[in-house]
């Protein structure tokens, strides 16, 4: 569609790449399983080994309800991010 033209119909917003998509659909589902699997071969190989020290740890004391706050402030996160994509035009 030339640049200065309006689409008919909201449909026709977006060109038809349907092949494409499925193609990056695919590829993207296939570097998830590979990551996995990567992932859980690396867990076995690799030996039991005490963590490392973390110096954050040692420096700020420890909070009980921070937890709980991370997850409230990531469901607001995720919940933000679903309304901007209903209401994007």
């Given at each position: 569609?030339?640049?200065?033209?309006?689409?008919?119909?909201?449909?026709?917003?977006?060109?038809?790449?349907?092949?494409?998509?499925?193609?990056?659909?695919?590829?993207?589902?296939?570097?998830?399983?590979?990551?996995?699997?990567?992932?859980?071969?690396?867990?076995?190989?690799?030996?039991?080994?005490?963590?490392?020290?973390?110096?954050?740890?040692?420096?700020?004391p420890y909070y009980q309800d921070?937890?709980?706050?991370?997850?409230?402030?990531?469901?607001?996160?995720?919940?933000?991010?679903?309304?901007?994509?209903?209401?994007?035009?």
């Open positions: 569609m030339p640049p200065g033209e309006k689409p008919a119909s909201p449909h026709d917003r977006f060109p038809k790449e349907r092949t494409k998509a499925v193609i990056s659909f695919t590829l993207l589902a296939f570097a998830a399983v590979l990551n996995e699997v990567v992932l859980s071969f690396v867990h076995e190989r690799v030996p039991e080994t005490p963590p490392l020290p973390d110096l954050t740890f040692s420096i700020i921070g937890l709980k706050i991370c997850e409230y402030i990531m469901l607001a996160s995720f919940a933000s991010v679903l309304l901007l994509m209903l209401f994007h035009r």
